[in-house]
């Protein structure tokens, strides 16, 4: 066990390094000089020698790269121009805006398409669950900043109940919340009651039913445990796919999360902001997959490790 | 040809004993139909201002009224479609030859190749589909040319896996064996035996790709970072017509709904045609 979850953790190596490689390579690619890039719309002598300096952009390609690691490592992500702030304080602010949103989101979708799942399953091909398959498709194919707007319209133009957009108290996390959640909660329906429906059938559960056991307890003891695997790797998966969903839905909502800022520095050509919103994004989806392999693992007692 | 025709019989028999396939499908052609024709379909140009109508609600000279400009809405959506297919078909075509070509090779060649093309599809797909979609539009500068692209270069890796995964296993079979006891060549192997075999699963992940793009390219335009203006996007249109939610909901509602329509409509065949075309992937 040990030793899988050591190999697991080592091999995050190369794919942390090179996601870094990539958004490094980003500000590269990008059009124009990468100096101008990072002083910003107004550069000033000193500042592009500080950053030359800095940075070392008359040195060759991969002696500026293990310049950008070592300066990772030490937490020095750059510094936002049009901000006026090192964008590890500025990660340090919107961070937990994103993961509120994101962790909202997931806890959402598990109480709604657990359940829904669980019961399509269960009462598979009645109209129960021909409504849900249904709904579930239909969730599946709504764009989330779109269900952001029509919540906003309904809730907070019409009904006047909630605020349209901000950040702070619960009442502002209700309608983004709901508008990420739909869609995961969906895609788990679906993974639910896939996995639910090939349980039902195997021989255990004929057993527990023969020898008559309540079916209450055949369904949620037996059957929901050993169904749940399928759907916490599809889980680990939907956690990065929060993450990425957020950064559309903070900007519907106008929520100071690590998407609004990764949008904003796009559209103000502010790349350390780029750089250091996308590298925390895509880490942050790494470890989600692999949280989900280790739980995936703690689970399911067919895999053994000797 | 033997083959292909009872595939395609296949198909369409299934198709009738899944009525939510076929809607699907129908749906999508209403809005294939739309795009194609939009030039003849749509009563003004989509950049055509009425400067009478700003913000109009419904009239018989606006069917849906107008936005903040005085521009026809019905007229932006029906233009609106051709950004969404073209997107849809050009990125998910870039994926499916990118895809292709480095599948094949990594499952065709196998040893240092192989491993390279899977680390490569492992790096991609480590990254969220719509977070480096808006990576790469930030180096190609936004626009619509640049959204079709990150696509495209984003989405190659789910038909790289599934290709590779089929050619490994056929290239053991016996009648790959047998051509090339026969003399046959690599390529004629590749390009006759082993890639008609692909088609199915790719065909089911190219509908249901569509349906992702259609979706990413909405919001990569509701950010900015797509489609610029005066051309019409169901995305940006979102993000415009946000502004007078209050007074035209309409210009909110009605692009919104055009993009779950047409995403619903290539998911119900997509899950459809998976379910005909290539039973064993069908998980859900």
């Known amino acids: 066990m040990m030793r899988y979850l050591g190999t697991r953790i080592l091999s995050m190596i190369p794919v942390g390094l090179a996601i870094t490689l990539v958004v490094f390579l980003i500000l590269r690619l990008a059009p124009g000089d990468p100096v101008l890039l990072l002083a910003g719309p107004r550069p000033t002598p000193e500042l592009i020698e500080r950053i030359e300096r800095k940075w070392g952009f008359d040195r060759p390609l991969h002696e500026q790269f293990f310049r950008y690691v070592s300066h990772l490592i030490r937490g020095d992500l750059g510094y936002s121009v049009m901000q006026r702030r090192p964008v590890t304080e500025l990660i340090a602010l919107s961070l937990p805006v994103t993961l509120e949103l994101g962790l909202a989101g997931i806890g959402l979708a598990i109480a709604i398409g657990i359940p829904a799942g669980v019961v399509s399953a269960v009462r598979s091909g009645s109209w129960v669950d021909q409504l849900a398959m249904f709904a579930s498709i239909a969730g599946i194919s709504i764009p989330g900043f779109w269900l952001g707007l029509m919540l906003i319209y309904a809730f907070a133009v019409r009904l006047k109940w909630l605020p349209s957009s901000g950040y702070g108290t619960l009442q502002h996390l209700v309608l983004p919340a709901v508008a990420l959640g739909t869609s995961s909660a969906a895609l788990l329906s679906r993974v639910m009651r896939s996995s639910m429906l090939d349980v039902i059938r195997r021989d255990y559960i004929r057993t527990a039913r023969a020898k008559g056991l309540a079916e209450r307890v055949v369904i949620y003891k037996h059957a929901l445990k050993n169904a749940m695997l399928p759907v916490v790797t599809i889980l680990g998966l939907n956690l990065g796919y929060m993450l990425a969903g957020s950064v559309v839905l903070e900007n519907v909502f106008a929520r100071p999360g690590m998407g609004r800022l990764l949008i904003n520095g796009i559209l103000q050509r502010d790349y350390p902001v780029v750089q250091g919103m996308l590298l925390m994004l895509a880490l942050s989806v790494m470890l989600a997959n692999l949280l989900a392999d280790i739980t995936y693992v703690f689970l399911d007692p067919k895999i053994r490790f000797d | ?284």
């Open chain 2, 1 to 284: 040809m033997q083959e292909t025709n009872s595939w395609y019989r296949r198909t369409l028999r299934y198709l009738k004993r899944r009525p939510s396939g076929t809607l699907g499908a129908g749906v999508v052609l209403v809005f294939m139909v739309v795009a194609i024709f939009a030039p003849y379909l749509a009563p003004y140009h989509y950049a055509d201002q009425d400067v009478e109508a700003i913000l109009a609600p419904p009239s018989p000279g606006h069917p849906l009224g107008t936005d903040e400009l005085g521009r026809d809405l019905l007229s932006r959506l029906i233009w609106g479609s051709r950004v969404s297919f073209s997107v849809g078909l050009i990125a998910v075509g870039i994926g499916i030859s990118v895809g292709l070509v480095l599948g094949t090779l990594g499952g065709y060649v196998g040893g240092l190749v192989d491993r390279l093309v899977v680390a490569l599809i492992d790096i991609v797909w480590s990254f969220p589909t719509i977070l480096l979609a808006i990576g790469l539009t930030a180096i190609l500068r936004p626009g619509l040319r640049s959204a079709m692209v990150a696509l495209g270069l984003v989405t190659w890796p789910q038909y790289a896996r599934v290709v590779r995964g089929q050619v490994l296993s056929y290239k053991q079979r016996e009648f790959v064996e047998a051509a090339r006891s026969m003399g046959a060549s690599n390529r004629r192997i590749i390009l006759r035996h082993i890639l008609p075999q692909v088609m199915s699963p790719i065909i089911v992940l190219a509908t249901l790709g569509m349906a992702q793009a259609i979706l990413v390219e909405a919001a990569l335009s509701y950010l900015g970072l797509g489609v610029q203006p005066p051309m019409p996007s169901w995305g940006s249109m979102l993000e415009r017509g946000r502004n007078y939610i209050y007074e035209a909901p309409l210009l909110t509602f009605a692009p919104g709904l055009s993009i779950t329509l047409v995403v619903l409509g290539f998911n119900l065949m997509g899950d459809a045609l998976r379910d005909v075309l290539d039973p064993y992937t069908s998980l859900r």
